[in-house]
Nanobody, 123 residues
Framework: QVQLVESGGGLVQAGDSLRLSCAFS????????MGWFRQAPGKEREFVAG????????YYADSVKGRFTISRDNAKNTVYLQMNSLKPEDTAVYYC????????????????WGQGTQVTVSS
């Protein structure tokens, strides 16, 4: 079975950086495109970033473009989300996701979800 386990969340101050990791297991990682979503209290779950099987192309939500970077290491079965210049509005539960299609678009509905990791940014 596919399992996705996020790590790296925590409490930081505005302007700080944080890197989230997601470990993939159960199937062949390199055949899956990967994505990150987030959900803040009282808001809908939203797409944050997506990455193709090979690492290109990538897609980002307008709200994080230029600040966040998604990457993957197929040898380690891991996808990352580097978050810089964090803002209080980035506070949310961040979810890792995997899809069997080759490219993770902004409109992709993932096949698999992780349990989420909390990111809190204080002002």
């Amino acid at each position: 079975q596919v399992q996705l386990v996020e790590s790296g969340g925590g409490l930081v101050q505005a302007g700080d950086s944080l890197r989230l990791s997601c470990a993939f297991s159960g199937r062949t990682f390199s055949t899956h495109s990967m994505g990150w979503f987030r959900q803040a209290p009282g808001k809908e779950r939203e797409f944050v970033a997506g990455i193709s099987r090979s690492g290109s192309p990538t897609y980002y939500a307008d709200s994080v473009k230029g600040r966040f970077t998604i990457s993957r290491d197929n040898a380690k079965n891991t996808v990352y989300l580097q978050m810089n210049s964090l803002k209080p509005e980035d506070t949310a539960v961040y979810y890792c996701a995997a899809d069997q299609s080759p490219v993770f678009y902004t409109t992709t509905t993932p096949d698999y979800w992780g349990q989420g990791t909390q990111v809190t940014v204080s002002s």
